[in-house]
């Protein structure tokens, strides 16, 4: 089967694998639609000795799919053969404390996607059963691709920041995931304001009806946020793009008890406040894709707000064409970059 591997250096490339045999409690997927992460992007520009060193360049790229179980390994009872399903990312052990309620993000032997096993953006991937989620039939398989990170990452850390119309929010950082958390905030009921450097991504905010958009190389974006938030500052404050100028000005904007919510993946944990969080009693706190048990809800809600998740969506490219889409990514100037896979026909 064809399979993508980012060796590093800025490459990403195709490479021919066996077809992944199911093992017992596993299932086997063929995927039918994947996507690009920002997540993806840091490995990308890895070097590639250091992918060479952890073995990352032999494994499948990718975390973001959905498609159809074709294969079910011994014992398996659900899903069946035939079932639509989204693959979730963070494979945990199954009995520590952590799996057993629903966040095998924190489990000790955690599994993840081109980091211990391989990824999605291949034609088939194997994965324990507990741990493909059912696509109900009202969502199709890119809606799947989106839930399984961008838009779930976007909605914990909505409910995170305690988004709600008795508050107001500010977003750092406007790429896809970015573009998710408005969305979702704002269904939730609050005023957002969001901040971006590229001016392309600015645009897009302001297309999807945000309340207001900031450009920091333009003007002060603390101050823009503090003035959202009624001169104070904002209630609370979500950063994607995990830069450290951004974080800290997120942080610097949130009124006396604000809340900031680290989301965006940053090698950096230093933030420079222009004042100290003990005197505004800010809270810190991270969130990382959304946990096992808000599935449903989930799904729920984006069908009861009838959110347009694939607005977000801004090019799709035949798999065979990933180092153009990950070209495109790196610039920073897309919205949300999804793979294309051959329909399986019933
Ligand atoms: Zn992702
Ligand atoms: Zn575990």
């Not at 077809?19 to 840091?42: F, K, T, Y």
């Not at 399984?148 to 950082?173: I, P, Q």
């Not at 969080?277 to 808000?294: A, C, D, H, P």
């Not at 809600?301 to 490219?317: E, M, Q, T, W, Y």
Request: glycine share 12%.
């Amino acid at each position: 089967m064809q399979s993508l591997v980012c060796p590093g250096d800025h490459t990403v490339e195709l490479r021919e694998k066996p077809i992944p045999q199911p093992g017992p409690e596993d299932v086997r997927i063929r995927i039918q639609a994947s996507a690009v992460c920002g997540s993806d992007l840091h490995k990308y520009r890895q070097s590639a000795e250091e992918r060479a060193t952890h073995g990352y360049d032999q494994l499948t790229l990718g975390h973001e799919g959905a498609g159809i179980v074709d294969a079910v390994g011994p014992g398996v009872l659900h899903p069946k053969i035939g079932d639509r399903v989204v693959a979730y990312h963070l494979i945990g052990c199954g009995a520590c404390e952590y799996c057993r309620a629903g966040e095998p993000g924190f489990c000790r032997d955690i599994e993840g996607f081109n980091w211990v096993r391989d990824g999605v953006n291949a034609e088939y991937v194997v994965i324990p059963a507990r741990y493909a989620l059912p696509l109900p039939d009202d969502f199709d398989f890119e809606d799947g691709a989106l839930f399984a990170c961008n838009v779930g990452t976007a909605y914990g850390a909505a409910r995170k920041a305690g988004a709600s119309g008795d508050m107001t929010l500010a977003v750092s950082g406007l790429g896809p995931v970015g573009l998710y958390t408005v969305m979702m905030a704002r269904a939730m009921g609050a005023p957002v304001i969001g901040v971006d450097v590229q001016s392309s991504r600015i645009e897009l905010a302001n297309s999807m009806g945000i309340d207001m958009t900031v450009n920091p190389t333009e003007s002060d974006a603390v101050a823009a946020m503090r003035d959202f938030g009624g001169g104070d500052g904002v209630h609370a404050s979500i950063d994607t793009s995990g830069n450290t100028q951004a974080r800290s000005a997120a942080i610097d904007a949130l009124r006396p008890h604000g809340r900031f919510v680290e989301v965006g993946l940053g090698h950096e944990t230093v933030y420079a406040l222009s004042t100290p969080l003990n005197m505004r009693e800010i809270t810190l706190t991270g969130s990382w894709i959304f946990k096992l048990y808000e599935w449903e809800d989930l799904l729920d809600f984006v069908r009861r707000h009838k959110l347009p998740i694939k607005s977000v969506i801004s090019h799709r490219f035949p798999i065979q064409d990933a180092a153009d889409a990950f070209g495109l990514a790196e610039s920073g100037t897309a919205g949300k970059i999804l793979f294309t896979w051959p329909a399986v026909t019933a």
